[in-house]
């Protein structure tokens, strides 16, 4: 019966593993709240990055702020990106009520770098129709009162035309008085 070569004599050993030992480095954590329940988030852990994408997206479009996180080892998390769920669903619906009011799109160059850029726009947009409607009822109510004007002097021209036509009172004959012609001596 043979004995078992000692462990120190023997010559294979197993190569060690040269990946990261630290537990669940691949989760991710999508953490989403709302301004009416603050105190109440959903918090959702996968290990499936397109899961999590679409969980992000998800909450997003039910008006949630989303922290979206990495797993950074031992219960650790670093915050990969965030969304602002209410403002970019008040964005969406700002551009389509440009869209709806038949309003230019919002331009490239017009404050990229903002998230409210569409909201603005749309706020310009309004504010300037509105000033063009006040300014055409201005000008439409200054018309009608150029033409109210001009009826009641064509009205007051039409009746007084006759009188207008003769000479006035004093000019006339029957109206005329006649010159006294008095002496120096009686001034």
């Not at 019966?1 to 462990?7: D, I, L, Y």
């Not at 006040?134 to 200054?142: I, K």
């Not at 007084?160 to 002496?183: C, F, G, K, S, Y």
């Amino acid at each position: 019966m043979s004995h078992a070569t000692p462990k120190r004599a023997r010559t294979h050993r197993r190569k060690a593993s040269t990946g990261d030992h630290t537990r669940n480095t691949n989760a991710w954590r999508i953490e989403g709240s709302w301004d009416h329940r603050p105190d109440i988030p959903v918090v959702v852990r996968t290990s499936d990055r397109k899961h999590a994408r679409r969980v992000v997206r998800e909450l997003v479009a039910k008006g949630a702020y989303v922290i979206f996180q990495e797993h950074a080892g031992w219960d650790r998390w670093t915050t990969v990106d965030e969304f602002d769920g209410p403002a970019l669903l008040a964005e969406a619906a700002a551009e389509q009520q440009l869209a709806a009011a038949g309003y230019p799109p919002t331009p490239a160059d017009y404050r990229p770098d903002a998230d409210d850029r569409r909201r603005t726009w749309l706020a310009w947009m309004e504010a300037r129709a509105a000033a063009e409607a006040q300014r055409a009822e201005e000008s439409a109510r200054a018309a009608v009162e150029a033409g109210r004007r001009r009826d009641r002097l064509a009205a007051e021209a039409a009746r007084d035309a006759r009188a207008l036509m003769q000479p006035p009172a004093i000019v006339r004959p029957e109206n005329r008085q006649r010159a006294r012609h008095i002496t120096g001596a009686q001034r």
